[in-house]
C-alpha cells in the first residue's frame, strides 16, 4: 500500500489550494480514506474522512473546515483531492491522506501547507 500526498505550498490567506493524493497496492475505494493534517506542536487532526457507517461517499468534516474545504476522488485515477478555499493562516500544517485496511492504517508521506496572513 503507498499512498503519495502531492500539491502544497505556501499562499496567502484566502488563497486556495488543491492537494492530490495518489493510492496503489489497494481496492480504490472510499472506506477508512481521508485526509488529516498536523501543524508544528499540535497532534495529528482529522480533516476530512469518508464515514462507511453512514454511506460509501458520505464525508466527516472538521468544524474548523466545513463549508471551506472539499473533499472529491477519481477512481479511474486512484487519486483523493481536497479542495481548500479560503485558507487562514491557522491552517498551516503538513496534510496527510490515511487509509484504513482492516486494522492497519497506512499513511502518506505529507505535503506542507503555508497560509501567511
Known amino acids: 500500500v503507498q499512498l503519495q500526498a502531492s500539491g502544497g505550498g505556501s499562499v496567502q490567506a484566502g488563497g486556495s489550494l488543491r492537494l492530490s493524493c495518489v493510492g496503489s497496492?489497494?481496492?480504490?475505494?472510499?472506506?477508512?480514506l481521508g485526509w488529516y493534517r498536523q501543524a508544528p506542536g499540535k497532534q495529528r487532526e482529522l480533516v476530512a474522512s469518508?464515514?462507511?457507517?453512514?454511506?460509501?461517499?458520505?464525508?466527516v468534516y472538521a468544524d474548523s473546515v466545513k463549508g471551506r474545504f472539499t473533499v472529491s476522488r477519481d477512481n479511474a485515477k486512484n487519486t483523493l483531492y481536497l479542495h481548500m478555499n479560503t485558507l487562514k493562516p491557522e491552517d498551516t500544517a503538513v496534510y496527510y491522506c490515511?487509509?484504513?485496511?482492516?486494522?492497519?492504517?497506512?499513511w502518506g508521506r505529507g505535503t506542507q501547507v503555508t497560509v501567511s496572513s
Open positions: 490515511r487509509k484504513q485496511l482492516g486494522p492497519q492504517i497506512y
Open positions: 497496492g489497494f481496492l480504490f475505494n472510499t472506506f477508512g
Open positions: 469518508f464515514d462507511g457507517g453512514r454511506g460509501p461517499d458520505y464525508i
